[in-house]
């Protein structure tokens, strides 16, 4: 009798593990996949956006300022929705948004959202300062896949590590499938209520976009209506390219995918860059997009990209430049093999993953630290003339820290903290990739490995 007992022990279990693969997200008359974002200004303004099923036509948010006594409610001021039927997979559901003005500098608020009976809980959120005052952000590359199983660690960590961040920044493959419902749906469980409380600014990447019909390619039919992002970028490009500011910080956006895509489009971004970046007052300047100027992967090379890029940020002293695709970690500056390092001639350049699907690491010249096979994620913060900048294991062990010091000039000075880090680079190939590569493909990746650890002296 053991092995029928096996065989239905096995049975169940397979069921199991299709039920959790197959969860589906189904919309209800209460608000869902609450997230914060940004229309306007961030010190006068806050935007959120939430999902409901499609009976609740008319949407509506209600804000206070926050208080420690629970009789704010009565008060509180009531604000109807912007309402955006969206059709998935057959079924309709409505996005609703509202973009709160006329807020206070430096001051926190409590809302919530629904349309008057079915409400969400009350949320917290502070508004930026109108004056230049230390800020922190968490920046996650890839998360794309096992949103809810593995994804959830990183961004729970992540806010564990740092709860009062100011934002976070998505560099683009949040999800694997454009328009896969169930997949948006792990990606908003795993963030859950931090959604709610840390705006999010997201930037686009080749897995957020899809053929329609016509087979042409389009953002997801789930990126407008569910994220609140300024619309300030070209023509074609709305809430994907984008900029913002944020306390002495210029923050812009940039949809590599549509780059990619059709160079009319490519080109058209870099003039908006070039008039962004001319306009630019702001002391830092962070850009995020998909695809890396210098990959961390061996044999991909976005030269066209780069072509085009680099020279801009190099032009108008671009400092920190985040992006993704590559599912691993590198973090380097593009300077001559042997020339000094600490005074950047550009900007330094990550590319990071947050999710557990993992690339093979090209050990490039341009690396000044790299990991492989690792969930990570990044927190940064600016306060005045420094920004430091922390890249941690979603075990929460450091794994990268450098900080730059910026002159009275703008000239930026590297300084590595190396004395901080105990960890020693994690480089070895994925055991799935291990299996996979054929001999030649393995000794090709130990000599590039050998020659990484030579240059940098390691042992």
């Known amino acids: 009798m053991k092995y029928p007992l096996l065989l ?16 589906t997200y189904p919309a209800s008359p209460f608000p869902d996949r609450v997230i914060l974002g940004w229309k306007g200004d961030a010190a006068h303004s806050q935007a959120v956006n939430w999902r409901t099923d499609s009976t609740i036509t008319e949407g509506m948010a209600a804000i206070h300022e926050a208080d420690a006594s629970p009789d704010f409610q009565p008060n509180a001021r009531l604000i109807k929705a912007k309402n955006l039927p969206t059709t998935i997979e057959g079924r309709t559901v409505i996005n609703h948004e509202v973009n709160f003005t006329n807020l206070k500098p430096s001051t926190q608020y409590v809302y919530r959202v629904g349309d008057g009976k079915y409400w969400s809980e009350w949320f917290h959120f502070k508004t930026a300062s109108d004056k230049t005052e230390p800020v922190s952000f968490i920046y996650f590359g890839d998360a794309q896949n096992d949103l809810r199983s593995m994804w959830s660690r990183t961004i729970r960590g992540a806010f564990s590590n740092v709860p009062k961040a100011n934002f976070i920044i998505h560099a683009g493959d949040l999800i694997n499938r454009a328009n896969a419902d169930n997949e948006w749906g792990e990606w908003f469980e795993a963030g859950g209520w931090i959604n709610g409380m840390i705006p999010s600014l997201s930037t686009p990447g080749n897995h957020e976009y899809y053929r329609d019909q016509e087979k042409n390619y389009q953002v997801s039919q789930q990126w407008r209506p569910q994220f609140a992002l300024p619309e300030n970028g070209p023509e074609g490009l709305s809430e994907t390219a984008y900029h913002i500011d944020y306390q002495g910080i210029k923050l812009i956006s940039i949809d590599s995918q549509g780059a990619m895509l059709d160079s009319a ?5 870099a003039a908006w860059l070039e008039t962004v970046l001319q306009a630019n007052t702001n002391k830092w300047t962070v850009v995020f997009h998909h695809h890396p100027i210098y990959s961390t992967k061996n044999g991909r090379d976005n030269d066209d990209w780069r072509l085009i890029m680099e020279p801009l940020y190099k032009k108008y002293g671009v400092d920190l430049v985040l992006q993704g695709h590559d599912h691993t970690y590198g973090r380097g500056i593009n300077m001559p ?7 950047p001639d550009g900007p330094i350049y990550v590319v990071s993953v947050s999710g557990p699907k993992m690339y093979d690491i090209g050990l490039q010249n341009w690396m000044d630290r790299a ?3 690792t969930q990570l994620y990044q927190i940064i913060t600016v306060d005045n003339d420094a920004l430091s900048y922390k890249a941690f294991t979603v075990t929460d062990d450091l794994y990268d820290h450098f900080e730059l010091k910026k002159d009275k000039k703008g000239v930026n000075t590297l300084v590595e903290m190396e004395h901080t880090l105990q960890m020693k680079e994690r480089l070895e190939l994925p055991a799935k990739l291990q299996e996979r590569f054929k001999d030649e493909e393995l000794k090709e990746y130990n000599e590039r490995f050998k020659a990484y650890k030579k240059r940098k002296g390691l042992k």
């Open 8 to 23: 239905t022990c096995l049975v169940v279990s397979s069921l199991q593990v299709l039920a959790q693969e197959s969860k």
């Open 265 to 269: 489009m490519m080109i058209k971004q």
């Open 337 to 343: 093999e042997g020339q000094s390092r600490k005074k």
């Open 371 to 373: 990991a492989s096979n």
